[in-house]
């Protein structure tokens, strides 16, 4: 037990008025006669502000549906340390579901796909960049060499971003098939 | 939608449903699938009393926040709205001046509407006599009403005709373009209205541009390439054309030619190699045939930030690539919401482990399948740049060409601009505040100019152009049957120079329509018409007169390129109603649909399918969940809010086949599938349908594969994939698959 | 205003508004990372799929004014903070479940082991306010999870709740704005629903 907690619980004010005086600052803008006793000390004004010192915060939009939630993400050092509220949005006021409400977990989540992976006699296998965007160029080409561009099918996504979804249908007219679709199909 | 008024969008707002005095919802489950859109709705019951008018098949969370609520049998949404008509046009209650003004083709609508009374309605939907007169009052005499719909109308057979059917009450009843009215589809994932606009298609360019040579070459002109190098990619001038297989039935591009196949045209090959980017092809109805498809392919390549489960489903032995691409957080871009919204999805962090951008994957394989220059040369030309900037570039790239939709005002600086001032917008107009005056949110196109507002609202003649005003589209041509399909006398946008409709303005009527007189300067800038015209002359003199670029024209209620002029009633090709089947036959089977001879007529008279499968299927969301899940069951919160695949089924279908809450059960389909889940019991599904969600994957047909998933990735939840038992089906002109309407049989395990 | 006029924290969530979406929950566990296991929100459904009888709540603790766990603590690991949000100290509790028995709304949790109570402590919503270690400190974030209200920030659950069901603040802001909410219906104030003179006094 830390000690300022041990001095707290020692302290002979009746348990139920007990309370823990650093936590109501900032927006229910309470003070009181215990802040400045030595029972516990405030929150200094930069915890008070941020208790992710020198983070920023990250406009962005959640991934999950079309409504288009506002995300207001808390990075520090490069890592997304929380995901705030974006009270602020005109169409989501902050608020969000389960799936946007965990939209950090896109990115943390540990059963990420860490490494190009090829399937070889049927067992998995890691490989490089390099080695993988090699192996796929080649036998693209050689399939459309064979038995023409329209031999191949691209699949699209939703979940891209405009330019993205842009880039990918330029990409499948240059590969030269017209074999492309993406889940408004469905 | 499109072939009705000129756009396949939501045509209000989310914010905007606010003003609605009655809401009705036919096949969206919004409270499930759009929580925080919904918060919407229920503010529009609490603000204007509003009712809320809920037609399903299920009971679901949706409705339990509804003021009304009619179980209806899937697949009879035309039925039960030729029903309201029936009613509507009986009592007099339509907008007989909209009609009269803005809507072409109403009296077919008419007198098919009068065949439809309710005794008939209540027979083919399910839904009473007393329900159907109860919700038609209420909502006729409610305006305005906005009217939504999602996946549990187009997932049909007739899935184009139920997206026809629906603005066609709409317009009978005067509630388009205005505020508080509107057809408003909810769409799915974050960015479908995006990725559609730039239409990752396979039978459009991006903006909805056809695929005919002169496309073509408006967009090898825009990309800086040579239209003949182009060209010289397909295989043949033909083939670059002719529309490409569908995300819906692709895997009939591998299995064509074996026993029981649809045959396809495929420029004389099977479909060897797929390449897939961020699509769970695990939610794609016909899953035996997808996994046998993919089994049978040459190369398979998915790149996603998680296993694509097509990876696990498969037998296929070697050259089955997966890429870590990165999360969307991990790179930037704009995104569209469903109301036409563009936002800034800022990056967050950088790509994770040895995770890829999509566009750097696609730029790699670009370099080494030797056109790189070709693909990126576009972002170059706006300013004469030497390199680009990603993905700045590509967005002004975009803005640069896209005129069919009015990208020209989505500069990347305009939507940045937007997405950092988000807390300057009004909630529910969407109106900009302070130094974003004069804006609505996220500039909803058609944005015509770089200073043009956005249009919140579409077709809304209540508001001068220049502020997001605008009649219906000139799409269709001027006259049909003789009668003029340009919108009558006083029906322009406020403050237009023209008082009535007009035609889609091209460099050669604009200075007649707009009574203007160009220099010749601009005479020789001008593109050939507002579609493709690049040097912006149209759109900026036409937003000085007031006027819509894309003309003013009537809505259509009657589409004469259809197989279906008007929408028409047809059975589901697998209905729980013999007699009904043989009053309302499905299509004639389609030859060469997206390149596939695709069975309607031939299926559904294949025998009485109801006999051996007695009970309707449906398919679904959870809230927890989307699309294929992947990314969902990734979660541990979101994996343990549902950590199995089920089935509701509601107790007293239950218990005639010895199934209690909590066992295992089959689920038989016509197609000789089957799937083994656990039975919940519920209330909301009635006991002639059972209810499955469509996010699960990891098992096949009993089998648990899910030691196949490479160490460490395997997410937290697998289990059945419920395409596995939909049905064969696929609407007549998207070839989006019958999953709302299917039937099967069930068994206890 | 002096504090023992303004404070008195509570939830409360508005059932025509909650739609059973699982955002606060979800935003709960991921803001305070909490094991699968521990559920310090959780989202009930009664009468599910039953026309016109379905309807959703939000429970977690409800921060009582008169705590009953309190009451029943055989170590006296509770604390009633002077805006009234009860938190307990979990180096104190010995994980005896008399408090599980007590609450109304079966608020606390008793994970097997892990960050959130190493030795089976009780574990249960803290509002968002952490717990007795000094405020922010990794330790306190480490047992209870974030110290939102020490950054004046509203408790993530409430925040983030996607249709403003579930309302937290001061006892007189809840039940204001839930009134606004009910005459903007003009159907006047409903009764007090399930639970209320226990949450919110008299």
């Known amino acids: 037990m830390s000690n300022s907690t041990h001095n707290a619980l020692s302290t002979k004010i009746g348990r139920r008025s007990f309370m823990k005086m650093a936590a109501i600052a900032g927006a229910f803008g309470a003070t009181s006669a215990f802040a400045s006793s030595n029972v516990t000390r405030a929150a200094t004004e930069e915890e008070v502000k941020n208790p992710f010192p020198g983070s920023k915060k990250v406009r962005t939009i959640c991934t999950a549906c079309s409504v288009g939630c506002g995300i207001t993400a808390e990075v520090q050092n490069g890592v997304w340390v929380r995901q705030e509220v974006a009270q602020d949005h005109p169409v989501s006021k902050g608020g969000h579901c389960c799936k946007g409400a965990d939209m950090i977990d896109m990115v943390r989540s540990e059963v990420r796909l860490k490494y190009p992976m090829v399937k070889e006699g049927g067992k998995w296998k890691r490989i490089s960049w390099d080695t993988a965007l090699e192996r796929i160029s080649k036998k693209l080409s050689d399939i459309r060499e064979k038995d023409g561009p329209d031999a191949t099918i691209f699949l699209g996504s939703a979940k891209m971003s405009t330019e993205q979804a842009y880039y990918f249908r330029k990409f499948a007219a240059m590969y030269g098939t017209n074999n492309i679709d993406h889940q408004a199909r469905i | 939608m499109a072939n009705t008024w000129g756009y ?143 996946m549990g109308l187009t997932q049909h057979t007739i899935g184009s005709s139920n997206t026809r059917m629906a603005p066609i009450l709409q317009l ?368 900026q003199k036409c937003m000085e007169a007031g006027i819509a670029p894309y003309g003013n024209a009537k809505a259509r209620a009657k589409v004469w390129t259809f197989p279906d002029q008007i929408p028409m009633h047809r059975e589901p090709l697998h209905s729980p109603r013999p007699d009904l089947v043989k009053k309302y036959p499905t299509y004639k089977d389609k030859p060469n649909h997206y390149r596939v001879d695709t069975k309607f007529m031939s299926k559904q008279s294949e025998k009485d399918w109801s006999k051996e499968f007695p009970i309707n299927l449906v398919t679904g969301r959870l809230v927890n969940m989307n699309g294929a899940g992947m990314e969902n069951r990734a979660s541990k919160y979101l994996a343990a809010l549902s950590p199995e695949m089920f089935c509701d089924i509601h107790p007293g279908l239950a218990a005639n086949y010895g199934i209690r ?50 160490e460490g990735t395997k997410p937290y939840a697998v289990g059945e994939s419920a395409n596995t038992v939909t049905n064969y089906g696929y609407d007549i002109i998207t070839q989006i698959p019958e999953t709302k309407g299917g039937l099967c049989r069930i068994e206890k395990a | 205003m002096s504090v023992n006029e303004m404070a008195r924290m509570k939830f409360y969530c508005d059932d025509d508004r909650c739609i059973d979406c699982n955002g606060c929950s979800v935003a709960c566990a991921e803001a305070h990372e909490l094991p699968t296991g521990i559920t310090r929100r959780k989202v009930i459904t009664l009468n599910e799929g ?61 994970p097997r082991d892990g960050a959130f109570g190493t030795k089976g402590a009780m574990d249960k919503c803290t509002m968002c306010a952490g717990g007795p270690e000094e405020t922010n400190s990794i330790e306190e974030r480490e047992l209870y999870g974030q110290n939102r209200i020490a950054e004046g920030k509203v408790p993530m659950c409430a925040a983030m709740c996607s249709t403003k069901a579930l309302l937290v603040g001061d006892a007189q802001e809840v039940s204001k704005i839930y009134r606004a909410r009910i005459a903007a219906k003009g159907k006047g104030v409903q009764s007090a629903p399930y639970g209320w003179s226990k949450a919110y006094g008299a």
């Open chain 2, 8 to 150: 396949g969008a939501m045509t209000n707002s989310l914010g905007d449903i606010q003003n609605a005095k009655a809401i009705i919802i036919f096949g969206a489950n919004p409270a499930v699938n759009h929580p925080v859109g919904f918060s919407h709705f229920l503010k529009a019951k609490e603000r204007n009393n509003a009712q809320l008018i809920v037609v399903d098949p299920r009971y679901t969370k949706t409705a339990a926040k509804a003021d009304i609520f009619a179980q209806i049998r899937p697949g009879t949404d035309i039925p039960f709205m030729y029903g309201m008509l029936h009613i509507i046009f009986k009592n007099g209650w339509e907008d007989k001046k909209f009609i009269n003004d803005r809507v072409y083709g109403i009296e077919d609508v008419r007198k098919e509407a009068k065949k439809w009374t309710p005794q008939k309605v209540a027979d083919v939907t399910g839904v009473s006599v007393e329900k159907l007169m109860q919700i038609t009052r209420v909502y006729a005499k409610s305006t305005p009403g906005t009217l939504i719909w999602a």
């Open chain 2, 172 to 539: 009978c009843l005067g509630n388009m373009g205005v505020e508080g009215g509107g057809c408003n589809i909810l769409r799915g994932h974050d960015n479908v209205q995006g990725a559609t606009d730039m239409c990752c298609l396979s039978h459009t360019l991006p903006g909805y541009y056809g695929l005919s040579e002169g496309s073509w070459k408006y967009f090898a002109k825009s990309w800086g390439v040579d239209f003949k190098w182009l060209q010289g990619r397909f295989k043949s001038p033909k083939m670059m054309s002719t529309k490409g297989f569908t995300l819906a039935k692709w895997y009939s591009g591998v299995l064509a030619g074996r026993p029981g196949e649809d045959k396809i045209h495929n420029a004389g090959t099977n479909l060897k190699a797929l390449f897939v980017m961020g699509n769970g092809i695990t939610s794609i109805a016909q899953q035996a045939k997808v996994k046998e498809a993919l089994d049978n392919l040459e190369l398979i390549v998915l790149a996603d930030p998680f296993v694509n489960e097509a990876a696990i489903l498969t037998d296929k032995k070697d050259d089955v690539f997966i890429l870590p691409a990165a999360t969307q957080f991990e790179t930037s871009g704009s995104v569209t919401a469903t109301n036409r919204s563009a936002q800034w999805r800022y990056q967050v962090v950088e790509p994770l482990y040895e995770s890829k951008p999509d566009q750097e994957i696609m730029f790699e394989l670009a370099k080494k399948l030797g056109f790189y220059d070709e693909l990126t040369k576009g972002m170059l030309i706006r300013e004469n740049k030497k390199s680009f900037k990603w993905p700045e570039d590509a967005t002004d790239e975009i803005a640069r060409i896209i005129k069919t939709i009015g990208l020209t005002g989505w500069t990347s600086k305009r939507i940045k601009k937007h997405t950092d001032n988000w807390h300057m917008f009004d909630e529910v107009s969407l109106r900009g505040f302070g130094p974003m005056k004069g804006e609505y949110y996220g500039l909803p196109w058609p944005c015509w100019t770089e200073t043009h507002s956005g249009s919140p609202i579409l077709y809304n003649i209540h508001r001068p152009v220049k502020e997001g005003g605008m009649g219906f589209r000139n799409r269709f041509g001027l006259v049909h049957d003789g009668v003029d399909l340009l919108a009558g006398k006083n029906s322009a946008p406020v403050g237009s120079k023209v008082k009535g409709g007009y035609p889609e303005i091209t460099a050669k009527n604009i200075e007649k329509v707009l009574g203007i007189k160009l220099t010749a300067d601009e005479k020789r800038r001008i593109g050939k018409n507002w579609k493709v015209d690049t040097s912006g002359i149209i759109a």
């Open chain 2, 661 to 710: 809450n909590g066992d295992m059960m089959w689920i038989y389909s016509p197609e000789g599938t089957k799937i083994k889940v656990k039975a919940r019991y519920s209330y909301s599904v009635s006991e002639d349908r059972v209810f499955l969600p469509f996010h699960f994957a990891g098992h096949f047909q009993g089998e648990d594969l899910s030691g196949r998933y490479p």
């Open chain 3, 50 to 110: 039953i026309e016109g009888k379905e309807v959703s709540t939000s429970v977690a603790c409800m921060h009582c004014t008169d705590a009953p766990c309190e009451q029943v603590c055989p170590v006296d690991c509770f604390y009633i903070r002077e805006d009234g949000i009860v938190l307990h100290d979990k180096k104190t509790c010995i994980g005896c479940g008399y408090c599980l028995y007590a609450c109304p709304f079966g608020a606390p949790q008793f």
